[in-house]
């Protein structure tokens, strides 16, 4: 079992950049598959990346590629998800998640989810 906690989100102008972290607990994080979702008011959490166990293979929605990029420190238990030339429509609740089974790219396939952190872009 992991806990998740996220930080880092904020009040950003449109094309500012912002670094989301989120620190976990638990001595088998190395071992997981991390994610990043989002949701935004009225709307499905969506996909935003994920990043394989190793950190050696990220993946993007279509949305956020190029703009952002996803890593992770096994040492520190730490998942990062750069976020460059933000846009108004980046503007959600940002949630890391682990693993469990299933498709990636799908909510339902992890089974731990932090709390959230806010993130707002304006125009």
């Known amino acids: 079992q992991v806990q998740l906690v996220e930080s880092g989100g904020g009040l950003v102008q449109a094309g500012g950049s912002l670094k989301l972290s989120c620190a976990a607990s638990?001595?088998?994080?190395?071992?997981?598959?991390m994610g990043w979702f989002r949701q935004a008011p009225g709307k499905e959490r969506e996909f935003v990346a994920y990043t394989s166990a190793s950190g050696r293979t990220p993946y993007y929605a279509d949305s956020v590629k190029g703009r952002f990029t996803i890593s992770r420190d096994n040492a520190k238990n730490t998942v990062f998800l750069q976020m460059n030339s933000l846009k108004p429509e980046d503007t959600a609740v940002y949630y890391c998640?682990?693993?469990?089974?299933?498709?990636?790219?799908?909510?339902?396939?992890?089974?731990?989810w932090g709390p959230g952190t806010q993130v707002t872009v304006s125009s």
């Open positions: 998640a682990a693993h469990d089974r299933g498709t990636y790219n799908t909510a339902a396939s992890y089974a731990y």
């Open positions: 638990g001595r088998t994080f190395g071992s997981y598959v």
